[in-house]
């Protein structure tokens, strides 16, 4: 079993109150600790269960509009446009994982979901 199968110690909670959290700092890397595991070479799990931090969250709007116009009786033209993350609210990902305690990354939000994205579509209907 390699070290990229085990988890940390959790030593406190990790969780920092939302009005307190920076990309730089999202949650508290001092309470993690690698395992003995790490230092003695034998294969074990430390303490630290799955989903021990609290994520950002996600907040999505999506937007659609269609309209449907009768060229002929048998000859229909369908427009719509389509809004993936209307408002081009910023959904941020943590980067680094409890395994990479030593990454200068730990704990920092490095990047984000997609932004706003306008998509057009265009069907003739016969």
Same mark, same amino acid.
């Given at each position: 079993?390699?070290?990229?199968?085990?988890?940390?110690?959790?030593?406190?909670?990790?969780? %920092?109150?939302?009005?307190? *959290?920076?990309?730089? #700092?999202?949650?508290?890397?001092?309470?993690?600790?690698? $395992?003995?595991? +790490? /230092?003695?070479?034998?294969?074990?799990?430390?303490?630290?269960?799955?989903?021990?931090?609290?994520?950002?969250?996600?907040?999505?709007?999506?937007?659609?509009?269609?309209?449907?116009?009768? %060229?002929?009786?048998?000859? *229909?033209?369908?427009? #719509?446009?389509?809004?993936?993350?209307?408002?081009?609210? $910023?959904?941020? +990902? /943590?980067?680094?994982?409890?395994?990479?305690?030593?990454?200068?990354?730990?704990?920092?939000?490095?990047?984000?979901?997609?932004?706003?994205?306008?998509?057009?579509?265009?069907?003739?209907?016969?």
């Amino acid at each position: 079993m390699g070290t990229d199968s085990l988890r940390p110690n959790l030593l406190c909670n990790p969780n %920092i109150p939302r009005g307190q *959290q920076t990309v730089r #700092r999202f949650f508290k890397t001092e309470c993690y600790a690698a $395992p003995e595991s +790490l /230092v003695s070479g034998d294969a074990w799990f430390g303490t630290a269960g799955r989903g021990t931090v609290q994520g950002p969250g996600v907040i999505n709007f999506d937007l659609s509009a269609r309209k449907t116009t009768d %060229i002929t009786e048998k000859l *229909q033209m369908e427009f #719509r446009v389509e809004f993936f993350n209307a408002f081009n609210h $910023p959904n941020w +990902l /943590v980067t680094g994982s409890q395994r990479q305690l030593e990454s200068s990354t730990f704990g920092n939000v490095g990047s984000a979901l997609d932004p706003r994205i306008i998509q057009f579509g265009l069907k003739l209907k016969f």
